[in-house]
């Protein structure tokens, strides 16, 4: 596959929301607002990232009834370390995703990449695969994020529309979170069946 | 095998304490800046919105007090050796869990000068507002003690106007301020107190020192 | 009474699934039949109980006093991840019957985020009771912990027995399989949300 393929497979043809349905708690949990979700996959690719380049550089090295193990301890250091990161210099925004972001280390799409791309590709490949992976979680978490906030806050990116009142509340809680995203994969599966 | 395993867990235990050994003093920095813009927040403001001195809260160690099996921190904006407000800061139950807010009461007791929330965990787009609803928070800035209560009141009469659709955060919210308010009472009072204790020790002090005078 | 606040608060009120999107994955992937959501459930009830057990004495006796709270996740997760794979082949070597009925989710509970969700809630979020709030003992701790586990399993009966409805009627076809699956969810969330402020 293409350098440029690695990239943006993860936007449509492989998008681990839409398509591969992986990391549905940050997904629903944290998509209350466009920026919010965008925090989140944000995280998320950060770890995705440099969790693919540790575990590529590693794999030829470690044995493999115990490769599990030690994927799942490279990724906890890393997200442990995007703690650190959060807390020092975003405070806000670690306030607000909270408990989520040590759940990075449970989300299966980082285990998934390292488990099918990362350890059997070089470092550059895999560090490829990470940011198209994760860009493709970011884009759709933004989105999903994006249409909660429109329809249960009447604002975009915290922007509030002009002349409008309160929104559906229920779509900034959690009832909210299941039903645009249904209604989002539908949509979604419906271009793709057109394409 | 157990090598490796054990290995990867040592150096990784490594690396991160590294890492939190670098980030430690900007994460205490950090907390450290919150805390100062909250003081400035409901300290540094005349009732009018003006600012008395942009930047200049200098913050120490503050004071506790202890009231009913809660503490309360507060810091005082001392001006000509006269303490002018007082920044509390008090901590409820919202609906979510633990609401802290900032709370700036002037000396005299006559206005709360500002709010500023400090930690929540109220719902997004609801409860959550208490942090962005310019109406709710606008009127907590130089609210007359005199002429307002502290209740939230549907219609407003005389008290708070509640945050639409988050009537508990915007009541504990309100609880909050009032919680400081009694605090502020036993600060004020606590001070009366230990000024005549100063000066009765200093009286004691002195009648001894004549006493050996005397002998 | 504050024991009773934890169990209806973890039950209803703050269901893990439905309130806190916590076990989405597990959730989607094995409600399709009541049998399988069943076992599923006990086998999450145990993994969560007994991890909570075991995350709270190592927080509380061993990070605690060393100052080393900055391993909690990475040391969570490997106590984890060796529990399950304890408990795995213990329950093979003494009760055969019950590792034929939990045996196969066992491998799936490790990545299940309820169990590190629920271990790191307790040791670092303040619970309320009435206008008060503190951190929970280990006492109350496993309660809370085996309650949330007692509303996965709700969440996951109730939804299995819509899903075994579900699947016999005529979906369109966009909406087949998880669009709808979570939209159900969402009308149920819907229902759950009738339980805030009972607590």
């Given amino acids: 596959m293409s350098k440029f393929g690695l990239i943006t497979k993860g936007l449509v043809k492989d998008n681990p929301t839409f398509v591969l349905l992986l990391g549905m708690c940050p ?15 944000l995280a998320t690719l950060f770890v995705l990232v440099l969790s693919n380049m540790a575990i590529s550089a590693l794999a030829p090295a470690v044995p493999d009834k115990v490769h599990i193990p030690v994927y799942i301890v490279v990724i906890a250091t890393f997200v442990t370390v995007l703690q650190f990161l959060m807390q020092a210099f975003v405070p806000d925004i670690y306030a607000t995703l909270g408990l989520f972001i040590p759940l990075i280390v449970v989300n299966c799409i980082v285990l998934g990449r390292a488990e099918a791309f990362a350890n059997k590709n070089s470092v550059v490949d895999s560090a490829l695969d990470g940011i198209g992976v994760g860009l493709g979680f970011t884009c759709s978490l933004t989105v ?5 906030e429109i329809l249960g806050s009447l604002s975009v990116f915290g922007w509030k529309i002009p002349g409008t009142g309160d929104g559906m509340l229920a779509f900034v809680m959690a009832p909210g979170a299941f039903i645009a995203l249904g209604y989002l994969m539908v949509l979604f599966n419906k271009f793709l069946a057109k394409k | 095998m157990v090598l490796c395993l054990f290995g990867t867990c040592l150096f990784c235990s490594a690396v991160l304490g590294g890492v939190y050994a670098l980030t430690k003093e900007p994460i205490e920095q950090t907390n ?47 001006e000509n050796d006269k303490p002018v407000a007082y920044a509390i800061k008090s901590t409820v139950v919202g609906f979510g869990g633990p609401l802290t807010l900032m709370v700036g009461i002037s000396a005299d007791r006559k206005l709360v000068l500002n709010t500023s929330v400090l930690a929540h965990s109220e719902t997004p787009g609801l409860g959550a507002k208490c942090t962005s609803d ?6 907590w800035k130089g609210l007359q003690l005199e002429s307002t209560k502290l209740e939230v009141q549907k219609p407003v009469k005389d008290g708070i106007d509640a945050i639409t659709a988050s009537t508990i955060t915007s009541k504990a919210y309100t609880s909050a301020v009032a919680n400081a308010l009694a605090a502020f009472d036993k600060i004020v009072a606590g001070q009366t107190v230990s000024e005549n204790a100063e000066e009765a020790v200093l009286e004691e002090t002195n009648n001894v020192e004549q006493e050996v005078e005397n002998e | 009474m504050e024991i009773l606040i934890i169990i209806v608060s973890a039950i209803f009120v703050n269901n893990i699934v439905l309130a806190q999107f916590l076990g989405i994955c597990p959730y989607l ?12 459930s006990a086998a999450v009830a145990f993994v969560i109980t007994l991890a909570t057990l075991v995350t709270y004495l190592l927080n509380q006796y061993l990070l605690v006093p ?17 529990l399950v794979q304890m408990v795995e082949i213990v329950l093979k ?12 989710f066992l491998p799936l509970i490790t990545t299940n985020c309820a169990v590190l969700g629920v271990a790191i809630t307790v040791v670092t979020k303040e619970f309320t009771f009435g206008d008060a709030s503190k951190m929970l003992n280990l006492g109350e701790a496993l309660i809370y912990a085996f309650a949330t586990a007692l509303g996965y399993g709700l969440a996951m009966i109730l939804f299995a027995g819509l899903r075994e409805h579900l699947a016999l009627n005529d979906v369109p076809k966009s909406f087949k399989g998880i669009p709808i699956a979570l939209i159900t969810v969402g009308i149920l969330a819907l229902a759950f949300m009738g339980f805030a402020g009972i607590a």
């Fill in chain 3, 93 to 104: 070597k003494i009760s055969p019957a019950l590792y034929q009925a939990l045996g196969i």
């Fill in chain 1, 27 to 41: 997904t629903l949990a944290t998509t209350t607002s466009a920026m919010n979700g965008l925090s989140m996959g």
């Fill in chain 2, 32 to 78: 450290a800046k919150i805390l100062q813009t909250a003081v400035g927040q409901v300290l540094l403001r005349n009732a009018d919105g003006t600012d008395i001195k942009e930047g200049t809260a200098i913050l120490e160690a503050p004071d506790v007090l202890e009231m009913d099996g809660k503490s309360y921190e507060y810091y005082t904006q001392v």
């Fill in chain 3, 66 to 82: 060393n100052q080393l709270e900055f391993l909690q996740t990475i040391a969570f997760i490997l106590v984890i991840a060796a």
């Fill in chain 1, 144 to 148: 999903l994020g994006a249409v909660r």
């Fill in chain 2, 134 to 139: 310019e109406k709710f928070m606008s009127q």
């Fill in chain 3, 29 to 40: 992937g094995v409600s399709n039949k009541l049998s399988t959501a069943t076992g599923m």
